[in-house]
């Protein structure tokens, strides 16, 4: 009788577990399956005593972390590549910026390079004619220092311009003589000695008066054609045009200087008469006259009073 109860009370809750069961949903399985575990355990324990209920363990869940992928390294084509372990130091090196090269240094300043030596100019005429102008070099400046210039004189040495000259001398030989004049005034005596070249006009010396001493007189006493000297108007404290190397001299033997119908050079007074027309003389219609108005110099033989028949110059005076 009481077996039969039992089994009777046994099958109702075994009845009431199965109804239960049905009744769940699908997401629940693990939990129902543990419930019929316990039924299964309660009814094999009938007729043995009182029932032991025995729970399964509750299954846990293991979280799943979602990895992050990892991008490939950059890494350079023939290089050894990163070991897993060292990423970290890898990254770390990665985001370090490479040092910076120090700005390069400018090369330390240099010397100007040495002016080239002052060109020589050249002057060529159709006829075989040839002249050069350059400036005084240190050599000239010592030959013409103190004679024909020295401190205190209307123009400096860097004004100034060594001429050399092709001419036709008084034995109908060509030569080459020297001047010096001022930088503005080479363009007219290469003009006129082309013309004088071309009318064979003929020209007895051309030195520096330099080689006399600076003594004018003297460059006169040699029948010198000369140009710059740094000296005053005879008998005057104003400066010759002579000083600024704007005047020239030529043949003065053969034009004297005349005052009062006279001349301070015996060897000049042959050429008192300007009519001779000798050789070398320079006389109203003449070549040399012809050339020297062609560049704008005036003459002393058109003077008014004393006649200064060798000099001509820029300023006409």
Known sequence: MRATRRAGVVATALMAVLLVAGCGDDGEDATTGSTVTTAMAASSSVGT??????????????????????AASDTTIGTEPTSLDDRGEQAAADATPPPT????TAPPPTAPPAADPAPTARFEGPDGFVATARPIDAALAARMTPT???????????????????????????????LVVHADAVDAMVT??????????????LQL???????????????NTSAFNCRFVAGTTRWSNHATGRAIDINPIENPYVSGGR??????????????????????????VAAFDEVGWGWGGRWNGDLDYQHFSAGGS
Do not use: K
């Open 192 to 205: 006129v000695f082309q013309r004088l070249w071309s009318a064979r006009f003929p020209i007895r010396r």
């Open 263 to 288: 001349t301070d050079h015996p060897a000049s007074e042959p050429f008192l008469d300007r009519s001779s027309g000798a050789p070398g003389m320079l006389v109203e219609g003449g070549p040399a």
């Open 49 to 70: 005593g009182a029932p032991t209920t025995t729970t399964a363990p509750t299954p846990t869940a293991t979280a799943l972390t979602a990895t992050p992928a990892t």
């Open 148 to 178: 024909s210039w020295r401190p205190g004189c209307p123009v400096g040495l860097e004004e100034l311009r060594y001429l050399e000259l092709g001419y036709i001398g008084f034995d109908g030989a060509t030569h080459t003589g020297e």
């Open 101 to 104: 090269a120090p700005p390069p």
């Open 209 to 223: 008066i330099d080689e006399f001493g600076g003594d004018d007189f003297a460059s006169i006493e040699a029948n």
